[in-house]
């Protein structure tokens, strides 16, 4: 279900929560180079769409973008599918994901979508790969808004499912002041970001 706070404004306990794995453990943390996006799978109408939300959504947070990035070409990388078996056509899917037959593990979880982080020496955001099965209710989704989502779950490693807002675009811009860490796991790190949105 995703969280959104009633009165607009997050505080610190339940920044924490969006940061908290299933297991208790705690990690916020932020893209440590330019992202390089790359997405496959949609119409030229939607693709705009997706592009325009990745573009406004790191320049709000204050962030950079590249056209490609020197170790990998690309490091956010979006798949769009209507079915999970689709995936298999993708070459060296294992070895991109370090995960064997990931199709039929989606498939068999009933997922809509799968996002999966990878970290540089310093612990911040190296590459997000995402993958969205459109052949279910994200095939239902308003474009716009499931852009703006995609992009802000890209944005920070929300361990909970989020909605976008003005209040989750804030609470983004404030994770990526850089005067705070790159990325961390200490839960007290969520009195920062909430200090921060009463500013």
Not at 59 to 79: K, R, S, V, W
Not at 126 to 146: D, I, S, V
Not at 179 to 184: H, I, K, N, R, S
């Amino acid at each position: 279900m995703e969280q959104e706070p009633p009165d607009g404004a997050w505080d610190a306990s339940q920044i924490q929560e969006l940061f908290t794995d299933a297991g208790g453990r705690f990690l916020c943390a932020r893209w440590g180079r330019p992202v390089a996006p790359v997405i496959f799978g949609l119409e030229d109408a939607s693709l705009d769409i997706f592009r325009a939300a990745i573009r406004s959504g790191f320049a709000h947070a204050g962030h950079p973008m590249a056209d490609t990035d020197p170790e990998t070409g690309a490091n956010l990388m979006l798949f769009f599918v209507r079915d999970w078996t689709e995936l298999s056509a993708l070459p060296d899917l294992d070895r991109l994901t370090g995960l064997d037959d990931l199709p039929r593990r989606l498939s068999g979880q009933a997922a809509d979508q799968y996002r999966l982080f990878r970290f540089d020496d310093r612990g911040g955001i190296r590459a997000c790969l995402t993958f969205l099965n459109m052949g279910g209710a994200l095939g239902k989704a308003h474009p716009g808004r499931l852009a703006e989502k995609v992009m802000m779950q890209s944005a920070l490693t929300f361990a909970r499912e989020i909605g976008p807002s003005a209040s989750l675009a804030a609470l983004i811009r404030a994770a990526y002041d850089p005067v705070l860490p790159l990325a961390t796991t200490e839960p007290a790190h969520a009195l920062r970001l909430a200090a921060r949105l009463m500013l």
